[in-house]
């Protein structure tokens, strides 16, 4: 997950996305990615990779798991060296170990679609020694995700050959992208096993890998967090998109409907939540709305009464010691007012 | 002051405003009000008159009183009980003495006008034994206020005649009341000596005093209290503007802008605060305002931002548990709306 300024005010620097329980639910983005999980494997061979400053918050909202369970990067270098620190701490632990990379941050809602599609792509990354993505099927000419093009033909249970990696496309773009029928989301959803991930670093990414194998004996040891502490740092800053997967050859992707999204922005997320009769998405319990149409109702509070008339399409967030109020269409312009406040304690 | 009904949710039953920094200034009305009347008279001699549950939230907002400046009364029994009470207990410790009632969430704009207005209300009220108001000059038809009918020939030092005191008027009767220059606004503030409001409540409402009383031995004495819980609730529930006021021939006025205003309604306090270049009240500190006009924004919190676009004409009040967000034009709606709340922690 990120740094927290998407959902602001209700994210914060001190309280990122990930950790919010953002639709409503009772559990936040990252409880819920544990909760999907651990359909799959055991909860103790889940992992929390996570810049170190939300250390205790992690194990405030996931108290099943052992701080071991937790790694824990000293900087924020993007997911390549994320990816490579994983890999070498699991191969330490469990050579022939094959894993998936699930954001903490979306929100998926067909759970049993998403846990037999994951342990398909278990079995497929063991035995093809490939990685594998999950494609999300996509549902409209969306500008706002990366596409994967894929080759239709599938060759085994349901498995394709991908083609290439696309980065966010123009509006245009996006809708050929759609009548094709040969593209699907990327949700960042990436399986693979320890061995392939770390020959294909070695091959893409070498520096990367250079930088964390200083004292490969530290792995799996007390001395692991000080000796990552130490060389996380100098790795350099980049994405496993554009050192590994754009430049890979061996990656296949099952297409799959999991009612993914990623949540980008608050008018996705009015997008994807049920809506009441007059189209609006009501977060608090207690509310006296009349003439009120097409808004998102959110509050920190959850015993908060909100009593408004006559709104259309508003986002309306009371968080904490900030109260947005800001049409649903314009909220790409909330980022630059965020970024504009100097104020820490708003942040 | 009343229950707190007409600034909700800014004013809760356990909080009405005559306790609220309603108008951002730093201090309550009740407050503002000791402060003006501390102009005039020695703190020891004001009496703060009101029904006992608000004893502790008075003590606190005026840590300048005794506990034994306070009035408290047992029940709800309307203005004509308070009244006879009060003198009847100023009787006791000060049988010559000339007193203001002063309604407690109101404000007053020209406090040096005030305070030599009521100067010579004292004087006059003494040396000629008669009841005297001071009477707003109106600088609007506005149908929410009662009004004076005077005699416009002053008969000393500017104090005038009252023919008769009228209620709410229509619109029509206002702007007939504003266009003959005969009338004044009542804003309930009566300056009287304790011999003279006991002779006409002796006269007019007799059977509000002899319930009051039954045993005057009490008065001024460490059982008042007891007393007074006991007898009080046994008055009959009327106010002295139709006890008294209505039926009165000895009663003067003194004309005077005052800047005075009962903030009897959002859209009253609206018109009486200060607006920002965009004709917006904005009562919080932190605030960042894109294409807003004419709205009232409050918090509760000191400390809250409002972030906030493309609002035109809204009442936007942050109050502990509810978010209000009302077009001003419709606030009469506001009361209904409580009034159909059952919830008691959002009233």
Not at 133 to 150: E, L, V
Not at 248 to 277: A, C, H, M, Q, R
Not at 321 to 333: D, G, H, T
Request: hydrophobic content about 40%; proline content about 6%; glycine content about 6%.
């Amino acid at each position: 997950g990120g740094v927290g300024s998407r959902f602001w005010p209700a994210s914060r620097a001190y309280l990122p996305k990930q950790f919010l329980d953002i639709t409503g639910a009772g559990t936040s983005l990252l409880q819920q990615t544990v909760l999907r999980a651990r359909d799959v494997v055991p909860v103790s061979n889940i992992i929390i990779v996570s810049n170190g400053q939300y250390r205790d918050l992690i194990l405030e909202q996931l108290p099943m798991l052992d701080p071991g369970q937790l790694l824990l990067e000293p900087s924020r270098n993007n997911t390549a060296p994320s990816v490579a620190y994983t890999a070498l701490h699991l191969k330490a632990l469990c050579p022939e170990a094959v894993f998936a990379m699930l954001p903490a941050d979306h929100v998926i809602q067909k759970q049993n679609v998403f846990a037999s599609c994951l342990q398909r792509a278990f079995t497929y990354a063991r035995d093809t020694a490939s990685i594998v993505t999950m494609g999300i099927t996509p549902s409209r000419p969306d500008t706002g995700y990366g596409y994967i093009n894929y080759d239709l033909r599938p060759n085994m249970e349901g498995v394709h050959k991908v083609h290439s990696f696309k980065e966010k496309p123009n509006e245009i773009t996006a809708r050929s992208y759609i009548a094709s029928g040969e593209y699907l989301w990327n949700a960042g959803i990436f399986i693979w096993s320890v061995g392939t991930i770390l020959s294909v670093f070695e091959q893409l990414a070498p520096d990367v890998l250079r930088v964390l194998q200083e004292n490969v004996n530290m792995f799996g040891t007390p001395h692991e967090q000080a000796y990552i502490d130490q060389v996380y740092p100098k790795t350099p800053n980049i994405s496993v998109d554009y050192a590994i997967l754009e430049k890979s050859e061996n990656i296949f992707t099952i297409p799959v409907d999991l009612g993914w999204s990623d949540l980008g922005t608050w008018d996705s997320l009015y997008s994807y939540l049920d809506k009441d009769i007059n189209n609006n998405v009501v977060l608090v319990k207690h509310k006296q709305l009349i003439d009120m149409e097409g808004n998102l109702i959110r509050s920190s509070n959850p015993d908060k009464m909100v009593v408004a008339k006559g709104l259309k399409d508003y986002i309306i967030i009371d968080d904490d010691n900030v109260l947005l109020l800001f049409p649903r269409a314009e909220e790409q312009s909330i980022k630059a007012i965020r970024n504009a406040i100097k104020d820490a304690q708003f942040l």
